[in-house]
């Protein structure tokens, strides 16, 4: 089945620099690619979703790029405020009901 | 819209003991799922279901049930508590296949 990494597990960054996460999966098949952030406490919530057709999408302070090549994306977020310190989970979907696997997630703190 | 609500928020269950998580979405989602987040992990499937009356396992599905007798609810059931299912449970909907997951706020629950 999937397998999903990434990279890294914590990141600490100064408020307004730029931050990038990484995952890799495993199944050339997986085509729906997305990241949610969860607050400490809080649910999850989808920020940010790529699908295999197009390389990048960016919103506002936020991009994913996705190499499906050599089967990773990333995320990235500039401009860091302090109100992004959250952990941020990637997953990967084939597009069937059962088969979304999320990585480990990336502990952000973004220091004022 | 409530969106998707989850009960209770916090529980401690003696091993051997049984619980039911209840998880109601008004969003008149089909899919419906049970993860569970254990510490510094990722989210992992338990179970999920595709419709009221049709129910299919996950990747870790075993110590639990579930059923869905209805669109709107979809409880999750241990039926003899252990430890190792000591973890905070999500409950999540979405509407299609590749579109974001809407997530509950979770259910913190202890096995001691």
């Known amino acids: 089945g999937e397998n999903v990494e990434q990279h890294p597990s914590t990141l600490s960054v100064q408020e307004g620099d730029s931050a990038v996460i990484k995952c890799t999966y495993s199944d050339s098949a997986s085509n729906y690619f997305p990241w949610y952030k969860q607050e400490l406490g809080k649910r999850p919530q989808l920020i940010i979703d790529i699908r295999s057709n197009v390389g990048e999408k960016k919103d506002q302070r936020i991009a994913v790029t996705l190499n499906k090549t050599a089967k990773h994306f990333s995320l990235h977020i500039t401009e860091t405020q302090p109100e992004d310190s959250a952990v941020y989970f990637c997953?990967?979907?084939?597009?069937?009901?059962?088969?979304?696997?999320f990585g480990a997630g990336t502990r952000l703190t973004v220091k004022p | 819209n409530a969106g998707v609500t989850q009960t209770p928020k916090f529980r401690i269950l003696k091993i051997g003991q049984s619980m039911t998580l209840q998880c109601t979405q008004d969003?008149?989602?089909?899919?419906m799922y049970w993860y569970r987040q254990d510490p510094g992990m990722g989210l992992k499937l338990i179970y999920y279901s595709v419709g009221a009356g049709i129910t299919d396992k996950g990747e870790v599905p075993n110590g639990y049930n579930v059923s869905r007798s209805t669109t709107e609810d979809f409880p999750l059931r241990l039926e003899l508590a252990a430890p190792s299912q000591t973890s905070v449970y999500f409950c999540a909907s979405h509407r299609e296949i590749r579109t974001e997951q809407y997530f509950g706020p979770g259910t913190r629950l202890t096995v001691t």
């Open positions: 969003m008149n989602h089909n899919y």
């Open positions: 997953a990967a979907s084939k597009g069937n009901n059962n088969d979304m696997r």
